[in-house]
């Protein structure tokens, strides 16, 4: 086990509808990323936060939107869901910006279903 | 242009070796990744290695990089039922934190 909690791990919402995923990043780790895995595709960099500010961002549409708290957690948001949005979310934590990418863990991931 | 490609599907009998094949475009790639994704879980980095590295050898796996093609291989010695999985090819290209993947090869393990 990586110590990366994601919640919830399965969600169902209404297209048009909001969500909100959460990460809790291993102890210790100041940066968490965020992943999009669609269905029989390999993970998609959807961005990055570092100390609370985003540090990197993928070819997302602006309606996903990121959070990082204090205590290093994280949130993605997405508004105004798409059927295309169905997919694996994956968080990963690292201690800081790692470039390598050799120590970023990565939580189990919250499947978000949009019908 | 970004873009890992890799075999969607290999079968291999228990006890052989596994070998999965993966290219890539971006020659200016700084790591390149091995990931294994088990059902209902999330990715679990197997090995790595940097890309002035020719190969790198851990235990079962070894991993071989050849530059001049952009071709990556994983190599499984003794291939067991629990290797069965998904692995990801993946590439960093050093601009910034992001990993590129490819969209898994499927290994299953025949008895």
């Known amino acids: 086990e990586t110590g990366v909690t994601q919640s919830p791990t399965h969600l169902i919402k209404t297209r048009g509808q909001q969500v909100t995923l959460r990460c809790s990043s291993q102890s210790g780790h100041n940066t968490v990323s965020w992943y999009q895995q669609a269905l029989g595709q390999g993970p998609q960099f959807i961005f990055q936060?570092?100390?609370?500010?985003?540090?990197g961002r993928g070819n997302f549409p602006p309606r996903f939107s990121g959070l990082q708290f204090p205590n290093y957690s994280s949130e993605l948001n997405v508004n105004a869901l798409e059927l295309d949005d169905s997919a694996l979310y994956l968080c990963?934590?690292?201690?800081?910006?790692?470039?390598?990418?050799?120590?970023?863990?990565f939580g189990q991931g919250t499947r978000l279903t949009v019908v | 242009g970004e873009d890992v490609e890799q075999s969607l599907f290999l079968s291999v009998r228990e006890g052989d070796s596994s070998v999965i094949n993966c290219t890539y475009t971006d020659s200016s790639s700084t790591y390149l990744y091995w990931y294994k994704q088990e059902p209902g879980a999330g990715l679990q980095l197997l090995t790595y290695i940097f890309s002035n590295m020719d190969m790198k050898q851990d235990q079962r796996l070894t991993v071989l990089l050849n530059k001049k093609d952009k071709h990556l291989s994983l190599r499984i010695a003794d291939t067991q039922t629990g290797d069965s999985a998904i692995y990801f090819c993946a590439e960093s290209i050093g601009r910034d934190d992001k990993i590129i993947f490819g969209k898994g090869t499927r290994l299953h393990i025949l008895p």
């Open positions: 990963a934590s690292s201690l800081e910006p790692d470039r390598s990418n050799t120590e970023a863990f």
């Open positions: 936060y570092y100390r609370e500010e985003e540090n």
